[in-house]
């Protein structure tokens, strides 16, 4: 009891004295907590929602049927619905409309019909039926009838009764909005309509895009599947809601898994700021242990007060940090709609759940963290005989245990050999591992490189300059630093750590901005794309319009380009076909290539060539001279991998063949877009004026090249708004983290302030000293943090980002950031010192020196 | 006869499934000259009028019987198929377009279950899934089907939810041609009608999947033919129907439209004895007269399950095989109506077996 009390004592002595120290490293834990729960939280509640909405739309069935193509022959339907084992067959055909202009917005989201037979639909308990007003239950069936959801109608700002205006093709089309859709989830946009009048309406005749089953009782699933699968082959899936899921998952598991390891990194940053201010404390009171220790206390009961503060500061910060999380992730639902502003998870209202167990993780680990940080420093501290404690000036020797340099280089070590793995289930673990590792190995052989470091300027600059011309308060700065690294070393660890980081993803985010810029010219030559809504399985433009584009004299040449969407591994999103017309003898000029290409001369008759963009490499596992096979038309044809080229626009794969061999297959005119080359005598409007005069022309949507170029970048941007805002958060706590452990070091060395005013230094002199002192420091912060920083940000360019996303990029350097960030900490450490450093030399020099004897 | 067309609730049908009755009944009032109209001068010619007639609005085919298990178990059995034109996408070559909708309804009457069982399937026609054919009985609902074969026999095969049944019915008789040689009015205005016949006196063969035993069973059915575009009064509120196989091999067919305001509206009955001779009996030859009622513990609606039927001089009573043939279907398609096995007496005599429909007694019609 009376340990207890005496604890307690300690515990609310030791904070009452140094409260402003105290509150910083709770907000540095509750910070990173805050932050990771926030980020998890939201993420969490889009992604569910999502999925939701995603299972919404494909209903509960035992299979699913659906081909290589996006949508496939009906006649399968009738086959499948009297196959053997089969209770019910619900024919589905889901596409998506482009909406008028003036509600696409930047992220040109288009409507999603489902077309379905609601009286299978019903059976199948899929949540999606329209619901009738003004008992026109006849409407279900009506052909000329939509149903819409609540946050579409929202969206179009219609209601029911009122016409809703679309383009099937250059052709327009008006439906009626005869009422509202069961069970949609809020935030959902999507339409419902009869499956026959969807059919005709849209010009999807005679396809479907898949097919429902239901099983009889008692049929063996797995036996079921592997026959249906033989009987419809190879052009056919047969699939389980599971695999749906896994689609859906796999969509966006790439971007959840790294924002939530970027979210960690505050949390990362804050434990070094604990692990600084601890070990300052710890070294300060010193005396204090050693008393303790002489009048009876045990090391483990020392041990144990120290955890027992950590333990403190850890729930305090932590359970603050769970509030503040949960606040922030509200707030930035109820703003942004939980889609930090990614795209990834577009048009949803997720609500958010307070999820246990993920606070219980955040909990836990900011415990963990503050725990270790008070630890660290104290296990070394006690090992120290109690005697040697209770004399001054042993608080350095304390210090010098934590340094291990050999245990540092080892983590370097295991960092760079980490990096040369691949990826575990396609997530990046062991680049975030390496990058934790550096960051470990970087601080922990800071002490030694502080040491090596300031020795050698020290040493240089006395052997060109002697003692005798340096400047006292330099000479005396460079001395210390030399002399007591450790000190020096742990209030460099916030700096370092944040400042790395920072540089690791200013490096990466520019060099990403850069690639894309660069791939957009690339990608986009033309002057102008002209698109049109698609007409059902076909593009938007037949032969007779592609003739009236070509014919308009406005323009030195037009480009057709014919888009479709693959399903070529049923576990994972859709992969997307480009045809258009490759140059042969040039085909770097029209693609991003990267890498071999196979050259026209090396070109057998017979072979047609397709390329492939990096994420078939990594997906697909699809190599240049590689045979593939690829369906078209109904129907599956080989290809040969010709190339492999960059693109940014399509995370989950894309396939260009030539435009002549998709129509010589495919038996498919029709294109939907056109990329046009403006004569040189032309201007802009008049280019524009002359594609709306079409007979079709008001049904065009017509895009400048810069305009899409602007907008891409502007949405790039956007998705990394929630990077910047982190990398700030993390540079804030290193700030406090310089902040708290050089007023702390300014405490402790009052003593040492007297008696250098006692042999004649003046208190400017003393204030000079530390000003240079903290300079030196963090321009040596600096240094490290960069070359750390430089490093992180090559394993987050060439292994996190293909590895996660599947593109590569190149490196660029954004000097000017950086110099400007280095300045703002160069100045705000030396602020630092000098507040904390007045304060500190304020008091009476003799009354300092006392403390002493 | 008219079966249960018009007496369900045509409010909002808030659940997303599509209430085939209400379609049904907005089909019966709708004036819409696109649907071909009854006329008295038609002459049924057979077998193209045992098939379907597209071009009318609606159209079904209905059965109902007693059975009789080896162990001399009683059971009553219903099945019905249904066609309906929607009068939409008349002009859509999609093969998805549905121009015309398949229902089915099917019940099973147990004693030793104490109430009815029931299972109904809805569907658009085509791809061979589900169709009407015309030139012969021939209606198919995925596996569910009713066709008349060469030799006149119709076999039907049921796979509903609670059991299953799998049945051959002979015509012992010629058909019975209902009305005014087969058109038969339903109302004061003459095309308040439809085309109607029916087989009485069907000998019943076939199996009965039931409680999870399958069952032997053989028995008296009663087939109607029914179809028209347009035939109920706006001022009816129901109706009473009921035919009978009597035991001596003649037949019935008595039915009631009641009106809004109480009474009846129009009435009809026709008799064949054994030797083949049909009487017709008017309106004001008809008369139904409540014996017991029932109150349904399910909708709390009273059903006169016992009546007393005069029709000319001759009168019958008619006893339930069970109160509970109340067919509530309201969670799903909203109908709600009682169509029950019957035993039919005269002077305490047991001279033959029916079945009675009960419409329109939970909510009057609503428009």
Redesign the interface.
């Known amino acids: 009891m009376k340990v207890l009390a005496l604890s307690c004592w300690l515990l609310v002595g030791e904070w009452r004295a140094r409260f402003m120290q105290i509150s910083v490293v709770i907000m540095a834990i509750a910070l990173g907590v805050a932050l990771g729960f926030a980020i998890h939280l939201v993420i969490d509640a889009a992604f569910n929602e999502f999925s939701a909405a995603s299972k919404n739309l494909s209903g509960q069935s035992d299979f699913q049927v659906y081909g290589k193509q996006r949508y496939f022959d009906?006649s399968v339907?009738?086959e499948l619905?009297?196959y053997e084992g089969v209770d019910l067959a619900n024919?589905v055909l889901e596409f998506t409309v482009s909406v008028p202009a003036e509600y696409r917005g930047e992220g040109d989201h288009p409507l999603k019909i489902l077309g379905i037979?609601?009286?299978?639909a019903?059976d199948m308990s899929l949540d999606l039926?329209?619901?009738?007003?003004?008992?026109q239950?006849?409407d279900?069936?009506?052909?000329d009838a939509i149903f819409l959801s609540p946050a579409a109608m929202e969206w179009l700002r219609v209601k029911p009764g009122d016409m809703l205006q679309l383009n099937v093709g250059t052709q327009p089309l008006v439906l009626r909005i005869a009422g509202g859709v069961?069970r949609a989830r809020v935030g959902q946009r999507v339409a419902v309509m009869?499956?026959?009048?969807a059919?005709?309406r849209f010009n999807y005749?005679?396809v479907l895009s898949r097919v429902d089953l239901k099983l009889g009782v008692g049929i063996h699933r797995a036996a079921f599947k592997e026959k249906l699968e033989q009987d419809l082959g190879e052009y056919f899936y047969v699939a389980e809601i599971a695999d749906q899921e896994t689609r859906v998952a796999s969509m966006s598991r790439a971007y959840r898994v790294n924002l939530n390891m970027l979210s960690l990194v505050a949390l990362f940053t804050g434990s070094f700021l604990v692990f600084s201010t601890q070990a300052l404390s710890i070294t300060r009171r010193q005396g204090q242990f050693a008393l303790l220790r002489v009048l009876g206390f045990t090391q483990q009961q020392l041990l144990r007060q120290i955890i027992i503060e950590g333990i403190a500061l850890g729930v305090i910060g932590s359970l603050v940090g769970l509030l503040l999380g949960y606040g922030l992730a509200e707030l930035v639902i109820q703003l942004f709609d939980g889609d930090l502003g990614s795209s990834f998870f577009p048009s949803i209202q997720p609500s958010l759940h307070f999820d246990l167990y993920a606070g219980l993780f955040y909990f836990v680990i900011g415990l963990s963290v503050t725990v270790f940080g008070s630890m660290l420093p104290a296990r070394s501290m006690l090992r120290m005989n109690p005697t040697e404690g209770l004399k001054s000036g042993n608080v350095n020797r304390a210090i010098e245990r934590i340094s291990m340099p050999w245990l540092a280089v080892i983590c370097l070590i295991i960092a760079i050999f980490l990096v040369q793995l691949p990826s575990i289930d396609e997530l990046p673990v062991f680049g975030y591992l390496a990058i934790a590792l550096l960051l470990i190995g970087g601080i922990g052989l800071m002490p030694y490189l502080v040491a090596k470091f300031f020795t050698f300027v020290l040493c240089s600059i006395t052997g060109i300059f002697g003692y005798e011309r340096l400047h006292t308060t330099t000479m005396m700065a460079l001395v210390r630093l030399a002399n007591i690294p450790g000190q020096a070393s742990i209030a460099l660890s916030g700096v370092l750590v944040s400042f790395s980081l920072m540089v690791a993803m200013a490096i990466m985010v520019l060099s990403f901005r850069i690639s894309v810029s660069d791939w957009l010219e690339h990608v986009l030559p033309a002057d102008f794309y002209v698109r049109a809504a698609d007409s059902g399985v076909a593009g938007g433009f037949e032969r007779d319009e592609q003739k009236a584009i070509n014919e308009l004299s406005e323009f030195l040449r037009v480009d057709f380009l014919r888009y479709q969407q693959l399903v070529l591994d049923p576990e994972r999103p859709e992969i997307t076909l480009i045809a258009r017309h490759v140059d042969m003898s040039d085909v770097r000029k029209t693609l991003p290539i990267v890498g071999e290409i196979i050259a026209s001369d090396q070109w057998s008759g017979n072979e047609r060539p397709v390329w492939v963009s990096e994420a078939m490499v990594d997906l697909y596992g699809y190599t240049v001279g590689k045979q593939i096979m690829i369906p078209l038309g109904g129907a599956l044809y080989p290809f040969v991998v010709a190339g492999i080229w960059r693109d940014y626009g399509r995370q989950f794969g894309a396939i260009q063949i030539q435009l002549s061999d998709y129509q010589q297959l495919s038996d498919d005119w029709s294109v939907n877009t056109a990329a046009l080359w403006m004569q040189s005598n032309i201007t802009v409007n008049d280019a524009n004026t002359a594609l709306q005069q079409l007979t079709f022309g008001n049904t065009l949507e017509i895009m400048q090249s810069k305009a899409i170029r602007d907008n891409s970048l502007k949405i790039f941007d956007r998705s990394f708004a929630v990077t910047y805002l982190l990398e700030m958060i993390a540079v804030v706590i290193g700030l406090l983290g310089v902040a708290a452990s050089f007023s702390a070091q300014m405490l402790a060395r009052t003593s040492e302030f007297g008696m250098l005013r006692h042999i004649g230094v003046t208190r400017s002199q003393i204030l000079v000293l530390l000003t240079t002192e903290s300079c030196l420091l963090t321009v040596l912060g600096v240094v490290l943090g960069f070359v750390l920083g430089w490093s992180i940000s090559l394993i987050l360019i060439f292994i996190i980002n293909p590895q996660s996303f599947h593109w590569t990029m190149q490196l660029y350097m954004p000097w000017g950031w950086l110099m400007l960030i280095a300045g703002i900490m160069l100045v705000s450490a030396s602020v630092t010192a000098l507040i904390a450093g007045r304060s500190a030399i304020s008091g009476n020099a003799v009354r300092a020196v006392r403390e002493d004897w | 006869m008219l079966k249960r067309f018009c007496q369900y609730n045509?409010?909002?049908?808030?659940?997303?499934?599509?209430?085939w009755s209400?379609?049904l009944s907005?089909a019966l009032f709708a004036e819409n000259q696109r649907f071909a109209q009854v006329s008295p001068e038609y002459t049924l010619l057979f077998p193209r009028d045992y098939g379907a007639h597209p071009d009318f609005r609606i159209e079904w085919w209905y059965v109902t019987g007693w059975l009789e298990t080896t162990d001399n178990q009683e059971l009553g059995f219903q099945v019905t198929f249904f066609r309906t034109a929607?009068g939409?996408?008349s002009d859509?070559?999609?093969?998805?377009?549905?121009k015309q909708?398949i229902i089915a309804h099917a019940a099973l009457s147990d004693p030793a279950l104490g109430r009815l069982i029931y299972d109904e399937k809805?569907?658009?026609s085509g791809?061979?899934?589900a169709y009407a054919r015309e030139g012969n009985t021939d209606v198919k609902l995925?596996n569910w089907y009713l066709l008349r074969e060469s030799d006149g026999r119709y076999v039907t095969e049921i796979h509903a939810e609670n059991f299953a049944f799998n049945l051959s019915l002979m015509p012992t008789q010629a058909i019975l041609l209902q009305g005014e040689n087969g058109f038969s009015r339903k109302g004061p205005e003459i095309n308040q009608a439809s085309y109607y016949y029916s087989e009485p006196q069907l000998k019943v063969l076939g199996k009965v999947v039931h409680r999870g035993k399958t069952l032997e069973v053989r028995g008296h059915a009663w087939l109607d033919h029914e179809w028209s575009s347009e035939i109920l009064d706006r001022r009816a509120e129901g109706w009473d129907w009921v035919s009978v196989n009597l035991n001596d091999g003649s037949s019935l067919m008595v039915f009631q439209i009641r009106s809004k305001t109480g009474g009846k509206l129009w009435a009809n009955a026709t008799r064949r004895d054994a030797k083949g001779r049909v009487t017709y009996f008017r309106s004001d030859q008809v008369e139904f007269s409540p014996k017991r009622t029932w109150k349904s513990p399910h909708t709390k609606a009273v059903y006169p399950v016992e009546m007393r039927v005069r029709v000319g001089d001759t009168e019958w009573r008619l006893v339930p095989l069970l109160d509970d043939q109340e067919l509530d279907a309201r969670s799903s398609t909203r109908a709600v109506y009682w169509e029950g096995a019957v035993t039919v007496f005269q002077d305490r005599r047991r001279v033959g077996r029916g079945y009675l429909e009960l419409t329109g007694y939970v909510q009057p019609l609503k428009l």
């Open positions: 009906e339907y009738p619905a009297k024919p037979d609601m009286f299978r019903a039926l329209g619901i009738s007003v003004d008992d239950q006849m279900g069936l009506s052909d069961t009869d499956i026959g009048a059919q005709w005749l005679g | 045509l409010r909002i049908v808030a659940l997303g499934v599509f209430s209400a379609l907005s929607t939409y996408h859509n070559p999609s093969r998805f377009a549905p909708l809805t569907m658009r791809f061979g899934l995925d």
